[in-house]
């Protein structure tokens, strides 16, 4: 047993660091691009569960149809929230920032008001049962989300790479005005980013929701580890997201399992507050954003 | 060829009382100091007059306002140098956790907590927020979310100073007229105060360092330093009104970082405009008696003023203050087009 215990920390160090990358894709996606912080990440993260519980239960769908069904849905709402309300106040950092808090922890207190809370609403497990990977027993959700996070990677990194959106959203990120020039239109991919950023919130809901109860505290939550590991990382840049991701959840791990599973919460504080004073622009952040945030 | 039609506009005419500067006036008539002085002594002498006549229910209500509008003056405030803060709610539950524990395990009356947890709130801002001052608005909005919300969970998890259970029976103010009187003279204060520090030469370079830091870099001045002494204000106008609530309501516990505490003055900030202090306040004053009248609604309320927040940066950015301001003082005419 004694060689299973550092298996154990690197295994479940592994798996929480993706479920925390989960979150924090969407986020960084659409800052990267279009700039916008997106405050209400966490919200959309626990509507897209609710949806997904409202088609299985009001409506009757199997969860292979509800949870495709909901990411649409989820990445349409974060489409026309871009149309309805950002695109009044755009290019004001403040003021995005504050309408995209504020529909966000509107959105969390209204589900909460609905009463959508307690043991009757979680999503269900893919498949039960597990397998044992180095001697450290895993349950089959846990794999199919390492499994989710790396294709995600590899999906995105495709798509960036090799279609015309993408080539898109990476020309909006390097330079808005020359982008512009070429005719790529910045409101459009404002919203696709913004939409996009929705959906990979809603994915990782089907995914990581099913290990747990569903409630609206669980958003704010969300949107906390996404912060954490984008101020830890670099906001811009996708490596520094998943070296962010892996910090913060080895850091949370190694914490439950040393210290005591209460002092967890520190971790991503304390990372916070190091990188802060050691590198302000984040581990992989580059010169230019030092410029931006500094 | 579309026929070529009349066209309207508005003119507006500043009205001729102002004399240049802002400060300075040309008053020629008893008329004319009225329009000056009845706008700010008007709610001066209306704040000093309610502790009076609301008693019970209202007068808590009265408290309430003064304390969200203390914590919007303090975000005012901050906002003057550029620190954009999403959690004022730390200042709030630091200024309420120094002067709950002082009085439960010290046994101390709120005569000593009160400044005690006013200087040691705005001491423990300053200095737990200091390393996060070098970052620029996101970046500082985001770090200033997560902290209330990460100490709030810390308090949950460990269990000290009560967990999440609190601690209740501290001591109370000796009556509730002294403790309207005290939110609402330290209201005023704090209002008339910024206004003042803002238009010297300190505040200057406060707002400068909002406008452009490099600027005022260059101007040889430690812009970091006068931003962590901005800190340690806000932080402390927000701890003394944490202790005042603290004390009001003879309970301690983790809703001192609660959401509110950092939503509502945002909100009021946003409703009633930016940067005057004056426009804090009235948002403030507009907001929390309409959301105790709302009360109804319970869990909604946060919902609302996340609501009134989004309508109004989008349909009024300037906010009530400015619109108003702008209405008393100038003369507006519909003239043609030529």
Known sequence: METAKPMSLLVYGIINSVILALYAAGFSLTYGISGIANFSHGALYILSGFTAWNFMYAAGLPFYLAAPLSVIITAALGFLFYWVLLLRIRGIPLAELIVT???????????????????????????RGGVEIGMVAVDYQRVFILGTGVLLVVLLWLFVHHTKIGLAFRAMAQNERTALSV??????????????????????????????????????EVLIYALAVAIVGGLESTLGMIVGSFIIGFGQVAAARYIGAKWMIIVPLAAIVLVLVVRPSGIFGKYKELEERV | MPEVQTKYRKKRLDRGIKARVDTIFAVASYGDLLYLLLPRALPVLGLLILPLLLTGY????LVYT?????????????????????????????????????????HLPPAVTLPVATMGGGLLSAALLGPVVRLRGVYFAMVTLMLPILLRKMIDTTGVFGGAHGISRLAPFPSDLLAAYLAVLVFLFCLFAFRRIISSDYGLVLIAIRDDDRAVMSGAINIYSRKIQALFISGAVGAFAGALMTHHYQFLGMSAFALDYSILPVAAVALGG???????????????????????????RIA???????????????????????????????????
């Open chain 1, 101 to 127: 808090f504020a529909a966000g922890v509107a959105t969390l207190e209204l589900l909460m008001w609905k009463g959508f809370y307690g043991i009757r609403y979680s999503l269900p497990l893919f498949m």
């Open chain 1, 183 to 220: 005719g790529i239109e910045s409101d459009w991919i404002g919203s696709l980013s913004l939409s996009f950023g929705s959906a990979l919130a809603a994915v990782a809901a089907m995914v990581v929701l099913p290990l747990g109860m569903m409630e609206s505290a669980i958003g704010l």
């Open chain 2, 58 to 61: 209202w007068g808590k209500v």
């Open chain 2, 66 to 106: 003064c304390v969200y509008g203390l914590l919007a003056l303090s975000w005012d405030f901050m906002a003057s140098c550029g620190l954009f803060s999403l959690g004022q709610a730390l200042f709030f539950g630091f200024g309420a956790y120094f002067a709950g524990t002082l009085n439960h395990y010290f």
């Open chain 2, 274 to 300: 930016q940067g005057t202090f004056a426009g804090a306040a009235l948002g403030s004053l507009i907001l929390v008696p309409l959301s105790e009248a709302l009360r109804a609604l319970g869990g909604l």
């Open chain 2, 304 to 338: 609302i003023y996340c609501g009134i927040l989004i309508v109004s940066i989008i349909v009024l950015p300037e906010g009530v203050f400015h619109y108003v301001a702008r209405k008393y003082h100038q003369f507006e005419r519909v003239v043609e087009v030529k």
